[in-house]
């Protein structure tokens, strides 16, 4: 729902969908869906660009991918979090 809202170019509706679904799966004990869903939230922070908020879930979900032992899923935020850190620098830059 939240991708959707996103791409629909409704960022505030889809920041409330992902915070709600991190409650749910926070409370229900879905650790992985948890992390997967903190990679969204980060992927829509950084578009705001609110890069520091996006770092944030970037590796809080990484540790979640690691503990789960998702390579793939590792790779995606080990990528995000660089790509986060490059344009911080070509902003510094400019």
């Not at 969204?40 to 990484?62: I, M």
């Amino acid at each position: 729902m939240a991708t959707l809202q996103s791409s629909l170019g409704k960022p505030d509706a889809a920041m409330s969908s992902y915070t709600q679904a991190l409650q749910l799966l926070q409370d229900i004990g879905m650790k992985k869906e948890y992390g997967s869903v903190l990679l969204n939230r980060g992927v829509l922070h950084e578009s705001r660009g609110e890069y520091d908020k996006a770092l944030q879930d970037y590796k809080d979900s990484l540790q979640i991918q690691r503990d789960a032992d998702d390579q793939n899923l590792q790779a995606l935020c080990l990528s995000n979090i660089g790509g986060v850190y490059l344009q911080k620098e070509t902003r510094i830059t400019r």
